[in-house]
Antibody
Framework: QLQLQESGPGRVKPSETLSLTCVVS??????????WAWIRQPPGKGLEWIGT???????YYNPSLKSRLTISVDTSKNHFSLTLSSVTAADTAVYYC????????????WGQGALVTVSS | QSVLTQPPSVSATPGQKVTISCSGS????????VSWCQQFPGTVPRLLIY???KRPSGIPDRFSGSKSGTSATLDITGLQAGDEADYYC???????????FGGGTQLTVL
């Protein structure tokens, strides 16, 4: 049973960098059929796709976040990571890591989510 | 403003059928498969429908999906109080090279 678990600070100060890691267990991040995604949900709002990465490092970013965003993958540790720079209160959200199934298809598996609050 | 358009809310009484629409374009729904997820307040979204109409194991057949052209539909029959949740459609957008979600539809069971 594939499991994903987000980890990282629950609070980040404005203008600083948000960093999260997603550990994949019960499966390999190098599975050729899987792509790995970050998705967020601000309080009381809808889902927003942040970006997706393949185990080779090929990545796709939300155009609205691209200038501040880096997603990376570490196959030796079976995890992938997110860094978002120059954060503001608008970046406060529950951040989910997830898996696309069958290439860049549907999102089949989700982590439990990590609430990140941007506040001084 | 979401790339995929859903009604903000729908409602129906128990036992009835409800339909949630998802409208896109030729670069997303028109070209790629649609999926739907369900989210109860404070919980993780769960996949309901993938590849336009397929159900993961454990999803009741009361939930069904379809796609026609640049639009997709989620139907829920035999509505139950426990179906009250938010529903999101999603698809890959080939032109944007991005996954796009609908804005979400809140289902109320009256």
């Amino acid at each position: 049973q594939l499991q994903l678990q987000e980890s990282g600070p629950g609070r980040v100060k404005p203008s600083e960098t948000l960093s999260l890691t997603c550990v994949v267990s019960g499966g390999s991040i190098s599975d050729s059929r899987s792509y790995w995604a970050w998705i967020r949900q601000p309080p009381g709002k809808g889902l927003e796709w942040i970006g997706t990465i393949y185990y080779t490092g090929t990545s796709y970013y939300n155009p609205s976040l691209k200038s501040r965003l880096t997603i990376s993958v570490d196959t030796s540790k079976n995890h992938f990571s997110l860094t978002l720079s120059s954060v503001t209160a608008a970046d406060t959200a529950v951040y989910y890591c997830a898996r696309h199934n069958g290439g860049l298809g549907s999102i089949h598996s989700w982590g439990q989510g990590a609430l990140v609050t941007v506040s001084s | 403003q979401s790339v995929l358009t859903q009604p903000p809310s729908v409602s129906a009484t128990p036992g009835q059928k409800v339909t949630i629409s998802c409208s896109g374009s030729s670069s997303n729904i028109g070209k790629n498969s649609v999926s739907w997820c369900q989210q109860f307040p404070g919980t993780v979204p769960r996949l309901l429908i993938y590849d336009n109409y397929k159900r993961p194991s454990g999803i009741p057949d009361r939930f069904s999906g379809s796609k026609s052209g640049t639009s997709a539909t989620l139907d829920i029959t035999g509505l139950q109080a426990g179906d009250e949740a938010d529903y999101y459609c999603g698809a890959w957008d080939t032109s944007l090279s991005a996954w796009v979600f609908g804005g979400g539809t809140q289902l109320t069971v009256l």
